[in-house]
């Protein structure tokens, strides 16, 4: 039962454009969803993240949106960069009963590639 | 500020063995999760540990076994390896307050081939 889909395999953009970046998931106790990126060799690292009760949250180029009614959330970079070429998860957490639990649900990846 | 560092970074078993991953957390963090990446998928919640005692478990079999010691670096243990446990093996430490966010911050991964 994947929770956290990201439909998306692969997107390539042009450098300077825009590139967003899907999810959806289907448990409605998620209440924190966060973007990772990872590149080749190395461990995911966190991008950005975002609470059930907002529905935007922004740093820099980095634009996280999220519509809790179709339970789907978007990253966008504006604008992209050769840099940014690497695989983007998107996860999600529900809280427990004491708290955060710490159990990342991880979509399946994105492969984003910007090209010069 | 060292980050989280994993070790072997390749390992190579055959079905039936059992193996020991290692995990040293980022310095100050006291709580240490384990995902399990196969091939073209996204990183699988094993378990996670707080203070040496395990906090949380995923849908994984008890053959699935850790340790965290008093200087919060932590062992992953796989018995009886089956050909499907080949997979990136990562680990991810956090301080509570970290945790409060969700984040974690990951290493670069063990990876385990089962021949």
């Known amino acids: 039962d994947q929770q956290v889909k990201q439909n998306s395999p692969s997107l390539s953009v042009q450098e300077g454009r825009i590139s967003i970046l899907n999810c959806d998931y289907t448990?409605?106790?998620?209440?924190?969803f966060l973007w990772y990126k990872k590149y080749p060799a190395e461990g995911p690292t966190f991008l950005i993240s975002i609470s059930s009760i907002k529905d935007k949250n922004e740093d820099g180029r980095f634009t996280v949106f999220l519509n809790k009614s179709a339970k789907h959330l978007s990253l966008h970079i504006v604008p992209s960069q050769p840099g940014d070429s690497a695989v983007y998860f998107c996860?999600?957490?529900?809280?427990?009963?004491?708290?955060?639990?710490?159990?990342?649900?991880f979509g399946q990846g994105t492969t984003l590639q910007v090209k010069p | 500020e060292t980050g989280v560092t994993q070790s072997p970074t390749h390992l190579i078993k055959t079905r039936g063995q059992q193996v020991t991953l290692r995990c040293s957390s980022q310095?100050?963090?006291?709580?240490v999760s384990w995902y399990q990446q196969a091939l073209g998928q996204g990183p699988q919640f094993i378990f996670q540990?707080?203070?040496?005692?395990?906090?949380g478990r995923g849908n994984f079999p008890p053959r699935f076994s850790g340790l965290q010691f008093p200087n919060y670096s932590s062992e992953l243990n796989v018995n009886a390896l089956e050909l499907d446990d080949s997979a990136l093996y990562l680990c991810?430490?956090?301080?509570?307050?970290?945790?409060?966010?969700?984040?974690?911050?990951f290493g670069a991964g063990t990876r385990l081939s089962v021949l």
């Open positions: 996860a999600a957490s529900a809280r427990g009963g004491s708290g955060n639990t710490g159990k990342l649900i």
């Open positions: 991810a430490s956090s301080s509570r307050g970290d945790l409060a966010k969700n984040i974690q911050y």
């Open positions: 448990n409605s106790m998620f209440d924190y």
């Open positions: 540990y707080y203070r040496e005692e395990e906090n």
């Open positions: 310095s100050g963090h006291n709580t």
